[in-house]
């Protein structure tokens, strides 16, 4: 027997969400089983709410960080030496808290206390030394509950700003900004020990700031501080300074020379 047009609508007329089910049409029951199913289908979807839209972010340029924010970032990462009768400035460059700075702040002393930026205090000794290269790294005996090492690496580019932190004159955590002067340049004394393939720039540095971190744009250590031009020989910023490459720095050197200089 064939099926009239009503009956093969009706077969085919499932209602979404409710399989199985067919739409029947005629009388109270049809509408009570309307009811029932508006129900059961405003059940099942309360639960999906619809996707709202969302802006796309605008593309925004890349901007490098101010020198407030990369003195915000490396400053917990520097330390202030002290020894007999000297201050100098290190930075942390491992997790195990091994400080790098200048050898010449260190060499000799009977005694080193670093200063951490949290104003936690720890002796150190002397875990290596370059004085060829003008670099030391120390050990500290203890650490601050948080250790921050800085982050090392990157090159330096004529013309490209450099960020120094230090504690020039016993003003200590002191930040000033330049520019790389030049590259490969030679810090004349003398002595035979001049230090060779510095990079020189013109951030304001003094004694004190010696052994504290060169950073780039991006706040990446390039450097350690190691002496000023002096022409006056009154030890005053000339506007010329002079830092050892990190990858030199840590290099380990040839061990060559005195590490003598116009230090700061």
């Known amino acids: 027997m064939e099926r009239g047009p009503e ?38 979807t309360s639960t999906q709410s619809a996707p709202s839209p969302t802006r796309s972010p605008t593309p925004t340029a890349t901007t490098s960080p101010t020198v407030s924010e990369i003195f915000q970032r490396v400053g917990p990462s520097v330390v202030v030496i002290r020894t ?104 004349e004394s003398d002595d035979d020990g001049d230090l060779e393939g510095l990079i020189q720039f013109d951030a304001s540095v003094n004694p004190g700031s010696s052994g504290g971190p060169l950073l780039d744009a991006r706040g990446l250590v390039i450097g350690i501080v190691v002496s000023i031009a002096d022409p006056g020989k009154d030890e005053a910023f000339a506007g010329i300074a002079f830092a050892v490459p990190i990858g030199t720095a840590l290099s380990g050197g040839d061990g060559d020379g005195d590490g003598n200089g116009p230090q700061i």
């Open 84 to 187: 007999d009768d000297a201050i100098g400035t290190g930075v942390i460059a491992a997790d195990n808290g091994t400080i790098v700075t200048a050898n010449h702040v260190i060499a000799g002393a009977k005694d080193i206390t670093v200063t951490f930026a949290d104003g936690t205090k720890a002796k150190a000794r002397v875990a290596s030394a370059d004085p060829g290269q003008d670099i030391a790294l120390l050990a500290p005996a203890s650490l601050p509950e948080v250790l921050v090492p800085a982050v090392l690496g990157g090159g330096a580019e004529v013309g490209a700003p450099v960020v120094a932190i230090g504690n020039p004159l016993g003003l200590t955590f002191s930040v000033s900004s330049g520019v790389v002067s030049g590259l490969n340049r030679t810090s």
């Open 7 to 44: 009956r093969a609508n009706a077969d085919r007329s499932v209602v979404a969400g409710v399989p199985g089910r067919l739409l029947i049409g005629g009388g109270v029951g049809a509408v009570a089983l309307v009811v029932v199913l508006a129900f059961l289908l405003g059940k099942t």
